[in-house]
């Protein structure tokens, strides 16, 4: 993996994408090929380096345009960016002169080199879906506006990048998924609520920098807060429980629809359950979140320790959260 690592370092530097030295040490502390590689173990080194960069570059994007950065809370400017940027995944010849849109253009093409045209389409799909997240998480931004719970773990599915990451284990593994099976209701079901598992995952990952930063605003604990008003301490417990709660609906439905898929949709399946596993391990160790100051620190390497039990355990869908409620339906199978 660390020639994997040491090949990325080397095109981001190249690519033109990092507009200062610090902008560069913080995108190569993402340690995006570590956190791919996590969710596809079997990839060979072209397919794991393509989609590594990719993570490389979101992260990038997602600091320098998303979350901070001038635009973050401009809708407006925001969205024609995002237009240009989504051009990107679908034509080689993309508007704009943003220095991410060319290197996204690059990692694109890498894309169409190894993966199919179906592939490269529902990467492009989910691009867009992640995009559009962002827009909506940008404009609460602009107006001051905490949202729902119900509306926050919508586009936490969208903003929380899960869309594009999980896509991209179609390309990164080479098991090309039939529609039947890709847009089948339990197996949609299984890919959202990795994503989400996921997500609330990198909301406590992140919250440490986020609070010294003062950029605590939209996460689950905010919005429980807001929403419930919970303490800090009530939020927490809370926002584990429903993370928990999903996961276990997770298990109970993967185990049920494991046993009769064939073999790319089995891989797929063993992606999205890596994915979570592999998401919680570089989280709770990359720099990206553990590193306080102006400039990133090394990699944690010190051993992790998990709960022996989930902390809720109720069936059924999660209270207040109708838009997620179907994942619970008992005729997913």
């Not at 950065?69 to 034509?91: D, I, M």
């Not at 905490?146 to 773990?153: E, I, V």
């Amino acid at each position: 993996m660390r020639h994997i690592e040491k090949r990325a370092v080397e095109w981001i530097g190249s690519s033109g994408m990092c507009a200062s030295e610090q902008e560069l040490a913080w995108v190569v502390a993402t340690h995006s090929a570590d956190f791919y590689a996590r969710f596809v173990p079997i990839a060979d080194d072209d397919r794991l380096l393509a989609t590594s960069l990719w993570v490389y570059w979101g992260f990038g994007f997602d600091d320098a345009r998303c979350d901070r950065g001038p635009l973050s809370t401009r809708p407006a400017q925001f969205n024609a960016l995002a237009c240009q940027v989504q051009r990107a995944c679908e034509t080689d010849m993309p508007a704009g002169s943003d220095r991410y849109i060319g290197a996204l253009r690059d990692i694109v093409r890498m894309f169409r080199s190894l993966g199919t045209p179906a592939q490269v389409s529902r990467f492009a799909h989910a691009h867009r879906a992640w995009l559009s997240g962002v827009a909506w998480q940008v404009g609460n931004q602009a107006l001051g506006r905490m949202p729902g719970l119900d509306d926050f773990l919508t586009m936490r599915l969208l903003a929380a990048g899960g869309e594009p990451t999980f896509a991209m284990l179609e390309i990164a593994t080479g098991a090309e998924l039939h529609d039947r099976d890709l847009y089948r209701p339990a197996v949609r079901a299984l890919s959202e609520m990795a994503m989400l598992v996921a997500a609330l995952d990198n909301d406590r990952h992140s919250l440490p920098k986020e609070q010294a930063r003062d950029q605590a605003d939209q996460n689950i604990y905010t919005v429980l807060m807001h929403e419930r008003d919970l303490t800090w301490e009530q939020a927490v417990e809370v926002a584990h429980g429903l993370r928990d709660r999903v996961l276990l609906r997770f298990l109970e439905l993967h185990d049920r629809v494991r046993p009769a898929a064939g073999p790319e949709l089995a891989t797929y399946l063993q992606g999205l359950r890596y994915g979570i596993r592999g998401n919680n391990e570089w989280g709770l160790r990359v720099p990206r979140y553990l590193s306080l100051g102006h400039w990133p620190d090394e990699m944690e390497e010190g051993v992790l320790a998990w709960a022996e039990e989930p902390s809720d355990t109720r069936p059924g869908p999660l209270e207040g959260a109708p838009g997620v409620a179907w994942w619970w339906d008992g005729d997913l199978a």
